[in-house]
């Protein structure tokens, strides 16, 4: 992998002095018919070198689920990133990063060994803090998220385990399951940032509906404002309000009730910065 690649030249925890736009080597942009020119030109001009990741698809696999084929672009774009060796970023057509999103702290420290980091978490979990303060833990999504050619060399063996024993013609939310595998199948941690650098701006994927009790995911908290108003507001301010204060709540809910910092973390930690970390995300206007 091209420098830098060591734990020490990475490391920097949630606010850290390296930039994303000094550790990301290249940024790929997972899309299918998708227009991601705005973009591809809104990273280029926060100093992040990107491209796209534009999905072919054989006639088989058009007829294959949509969360399979969601599987398929992903695939690619990892087996690009191996052959790189590049500390990477990938991020899906529809993510919406926030201001200055070149210009923030790298949201992990790395000091163990690189891993994987989550950039926009869906459901976020905190299991520990690492010696730079940056959270490892779980989440799902695949929205955007930072990796080297070490992780996604082990996310094409996950792809190819999932494929070889699942039909492709039905849904799988394979988002939810390749965090286990990496951190508990290949010993990779997984982080999770402090606040999220961006937000999932699309409508919910339609296979979500009946099979989840949350079909679409927000974020509960921003690092700062978006760049630009999402898909999802129908440019609306007010709708776009209403949305950021319902997931808002909705992460207070989520931290009351366990779920954002679960009683085993807490109870197997004398870490005190963790509750601090947990309680202090949320309190930002964003």
């Known amino acids: ?9 990475l490391g920097s925890g949630a606010g850290g002095s390296l930039l994303l ?22 990273l280029v001009s926060e100093g992040i070198a990107a491209e796209e990741g534009r999905a072919v698809y054989s006639e088989e696999e058009v007829t294959w689920s949509a969360s399979i084929r969601c599987l398929l672009t992903h695939r690619a774009i990892w087996r690009r990133i191996v052959a790189n060796d590049e500390m990477s970023l990938v991020v899906e057509s529809d993510f919406v990063p926030v201001r200055g999103f070149g210009g923030l702290g790298v949201p992990v420290g790395w000091v163990e060994r690189p891993g994987f980091a989550w950039l926009y978490p869906t459901g976020p979990s905190f299991y520990r803090l690492d010696g730079t303060g940056a959270a490892i833990g779980d989440a799902g999504g695949t929205v955007a998220y930072l990796l080297d050619g070490r992780v996604a060399n082990a996310l094409l063996d996950f792809a190819t385990e999932l494929l070889g024993s699942h039909d492709p013609a039905t849904y799988r939310g394979w988002e939810t399951e390749f965090r286990t595998y990496l951190r508990h199948g290949r010993g990779i941690p997984t982080y999770v940032p402090h606040r999220d650098y961006g937000e999932h701006g699309g409508a919910p994927n339609p296979e979500h509906f009946g099979r989840t009790r949350t079909p679409t995911s927000r974020s509960e908290c921003l690092v700062g404002p978006l760049t630009f108003l999402p898909d999802y507001a129908r440019g609306s301010r007010t709708r776009f309000l209403a949305v950021r204060l319902k997931w808002k709540l909705r992460g207070v809910a989520c931290l009351a009730l366990g779920r954002t910092l679960p009683p085993s973390s807490y109870r197997n930690t004398d870490d005190p910065r963790l509750l601090r970390f947990a309680i202090g995300r949320l309190l930002t206007p964003y």
């Open 1 to 9: 992998m091209k420098p830098p690649s060591t734990s020490r030249e």
């Open 21 to 42: 736009r000094d550790v990301v080597r290249r940024a790929y942009i997972a899309c299918y018919r998708e227009d991601v020119s705005r973009l591809l030109s809104l």
